[in-house]
Nanobody, 126 residues
Framework: QVQLVESGGGSVQAGGSLRLSCAAS????????MGWFRQAPGKEREFVAI????????YYADSVKGRFTISRDNAKNTVYLQMNSMKPEDTAVYYC???????????????????WGQGTQVTVSS
């Protein structure tokens, strides 16, 4: 049984920072790409950042590039999302997810991820 448990969400003022964590279990974590996605009210779930299974490659949505950093610690089965210089438009529920298949090229579509965390609310006020 794969489980993903997110933590670290909350409220912050514009320009502030938050760090999200996602602890994974039930799958050989180091074999799988991991992603962070977000969903704002009335909008579709969107890609935020992806990290390859080895940790050697990262990809970001244009809207967060230069402000957010994804990382992973395979020894701790945990993936992180450091969010800096936050903006009100970053307000959303943030989800971590694990790729459907092991050791493959990174994918940005949510359809390529089969297990999801419960989500953590991030609110940025102006």
């Amino acid at each position: 049984q794969v489980q993903l448990v997110e933590s670290g969400g909350g409220s912050v003022q514009a320009g502030g920072s938050l760090r999200l964590s996602c602890a994974a279990s039930g799958r050989t974590f180091s074999w799988y790409n991991m992603g962070w996605f977000r969903q704002a009210p009335g909008k579709e779930r969107e890609f935020v950042a992806i990290i390859s299974w080895s940790g050697g490659r990262t990809y970001y949505a244009d809207s967060v590039k230069g402000r957010f950093t994804i990382s992973r610690d395979n020894a701790k089965n945990t993936v992180y999302l450091q969010m800096n210089s936050m903006k009100p438009e970053d307000t959303a529920v943030y989800y971590c997810a694990v790729d459907k298949a092991p050791r493959r090229a990174t994918m940005t579509s949510p359809r390529e991820y089969d297990y999801w965390g419960q989500g953590t609310q991030v609110t940025v006020s102006s």
